[in-house]
């Protein structure tokens, strides 16, 4: 039945638990343990086998990269190829030959400080794309902060990459966002002036003290939150942290909400970028993305069985032995392979490892330690245009912390009414749900506990509550056509709300939870964008790292003589490197950084 081995079995399998084990997971592959000798005969075949367990960002990088490399590849999704990253048509809304009102899990974002998903993305072929379907990114031209109450929402160009990069020094790096801030907020300049300096100290921190101290930092305490205005929180704590990693401001590790925020600065700057700092696709995602991406794999071998759900993960004489999947018939089967990627979302991958795989390899315990929550999307259809910023929004106030996008504009060469849907719906507002457990404006009651129909007004509420504000009625309601909340959400209204798509959070600790690619099993390697890589943050640029990882590894576990993956890490500026020294040797002294004011 292709690469991997499948063989009928009825064997009911559970998933047991073990004591997590105390330790941080290194960092990247300097760490893995020793390399392991495939079984005797192995080597010897022409081509070896890997079973790719999950479709989605990291399972489909993994394939690619191993089916350039000449192994036999078959990946097992459980719903659909792409997975958080997918788009799909809404049912029943197709008519006169028309393709369905096109959906999505949440609206996709591919700034510029990502390298490693770009280059794939440059690698599958587009018709008419020079560069394949990363010329299918586009740069919205400016962003908006949307107030409500009244107050004037706040509305930005967006650098680009022209002109001449700027210096990083600590001094330009504070006068750039002292300007940004004192331009584009209310916060008083004294907070300004606070907040710039806590950047500056996070900048010029080592290593060392990232990991250790500001890992187990809050971010609310690190930029002392409590003390300050109501604008200074909502915008520079909570706004951040819940829009930005959809994590509480008061458990958010600094480590991971500096590290992203050191590495936009330093976009928006001009420095270590693949592009400008807020990209788009220029068409639905699976039509500019998934599905060139799934033919391209086809074509270099790859085989696909979707809707087979991976149950166990079974261990057996020092490796694992076979995978356990379900069919879509729900017949279940063994899957044989010489090499294993899980490529699953951490929720749904620890469910599938049994006691002894656990002992063989504590980190996999450590990862029951990991955390996720809810950030969902829900798309409007529209049938007027919302005068709207061209890009992205952010409604700061509102209760459910929503960013948005009307897509329409941006979908060079689509004819949204010809193209998509009954004719009348002629764009499309897709918006991200960030906070499911505050109450709303409408119904006083959390998203969790609303009906779906409830979410959808009451975030429609929400929506014209920062965008209809100051006299402008940018959305109406004579103008909804129709909505969508993403189909993963279930149960909501009622009592065990479930959510088949979290998104790994990051409070504090995260860091030393994160497994390493390679495991101990000789056999077995971890992809997905709770694997430790640079970026330390769920995205879709962790996923792809983490799957080149997972294939540098089982590279030097099979002895292949293959080039191994570049993995590149966020750009690090040479003028803030010895200041890093400078720390280091304070940290180590037990001093804190030497711009640390308190």
């Not at 990693?245 to 270590?272: D, I, P, Q, W, Y």
């Not at 879509?328 to 620890?350: F, L, S």
Request: hydrophobic fraction near 40%; proline fraction near 7%; glycine fraction near 10%.
């Amino acid at each position: 039945m292709g690469h991997s081995q499948v063989s009928g079995s009825t064997r009911r399998t559970f998933v047991a638990t073990a004591a997590a084990t105390g330790g941080a997971a290194a960092l990247g592959l300097g760490a893995l343990p020793g390399p392991a000798h495939a079984a005797p005969g192995r080597r010897a075949r022409a081509r070896q086998t890997v079973a790719v367990l999950g479709g989605g960002v990291a399972g489909l990088t993994a394939a690619h990269e191993l089916a350039e490399r000449g192994f036999a590849v078959t990946v097992y999704e459980r719903r659909a190829l792409g997975g958080k990253a997918r788009s799909f048509g809404v049912p029943d809304s197709a008519k006169g030959g028309r393709r369905p009102l096109p959906a999505e899990h949440g609206f996709r974002f591919i700034p510029g400080i990502y390298h490693n998903l770009p280059d794939t993305m440059r690698r599958i072929p587009f018709p008419g794309n020079r560069n394949g379907v990363w010329d299918n990114l586009i740069a919205p031209p400016e962003m908006s902060f949307a107030r409500a109450d009244g107050r004037e929402d706040v509305r930005l160009p967006i650098p680009g990459r022209d002109g001449a990069p700027a210096d990083l020094t600590p001094e330009e790096i504070g006068r750039a966002l002292t300007a940004f801030l004192d331009t584009a907020f209310s916060i008083p300049a004294h907070e300004v002036a606070y907040f710039v300096n806590r950047a500056l100290v996070f900048l010029t921190s080592c290593d060392e003290r990232r990991d250790d101290q500001w890992e187990a930092t809050p971010w609310w305490t690190f930029v002392r939150a409590a003390r300050m205005s109501k604008d200074y929180q909502r915008i520079l704590a909570i706004g951040v942290t819940r829009n930005i990693v959809a994590t509480k401001a008061e458990v958010a590790s600094t480590r991971t909400v500096g590290t992203l925020g050191e590495a936009f600065v330093f976009n928006a700057l001009g420095r270590g970028a693949d592009g400008p700092p807020d990209r788009i696709l220029n068409a639905p995602t699976n039509e500019a993305w998934i599905d060139p991406w799934v033919t391209h794999l086809t074509s270099l071998g790859v085989e696909f069985r979707v809707g087979w759900t991976v149950r166990e993960v079974v261990y057996g004489d020092g490796r694992v032995a076979k995978a356990v999947v379900e069919d879509p018939k729900g017949a279940r089967h063994d899957v044989t392979a010489d090499h294993y990627v899980q490529a699953m979302p951490v929720e749904h991958a620890r469910r599938t490892w049994g006691a002894r795989l656990r002992a063989a390899d504590p980190q996999l315990g450590r990862c029951d330690r990991l955390q996720t929550d809810w950030m969902t999307g829900i798309q409007f259809y529209l049938t007027r245009r919302p005068d709207v910023v061209d890009g992205h929004f952010n409604c700061v106030d509102s209760p459910w912390s929503l960013t948005g996008i009307a897509q329409a504009a941006h979908w060079k060469g689509r004819d949204f009414p010809a193209d998509y849907g009954d004719g009348t719906a002629v764009d499309c507002l897709s918006v991200d749900i960030s906070e499911w457990d505050k109450p709303g404006i409408l119904y006083g009651k959390t998203a969790k506990k609303c009906t779906r129909d409830e979410v959808a007004r009451e975030v429609w509420a929400q929506l014209k509550a920062s965008l209809n504000d100051t006299g402008k009625a940018v959305l109406s309601d004579a103008h909804l056509h129709s909505w969508i909340l993403d189909p993963g959400v279930d149960g909501i209204g009622g009592p065990n709300p479930t959510n088949d798509d979290e998104l790994l959070i990051h409070p504090v600790g995260t860091l030393h939870h994160r497994p390493t690619a390679a495991t101990k099993i000789p056999n077995l390697f971890l992809a997905g964008d709770y694997v430790a890589v640079d970026i330390d943050l769920a995205t879709m640029e962790g996923a792809n790292a983490a799957a080149r990882q997972a294939v540098n590894a089982l590279l030097d576990r099979a002895g292949s003589n293959a080039p191994r993956c570049p993995v590149k890490p966020l750009y690090r500026a040479p003028e803030l490197e010895s200041l890093k020294r400078h720390d280091r040797a304070r940290y180590r002294l037990g001093l804190p950084n030497a711009l640390d004011f308190g």
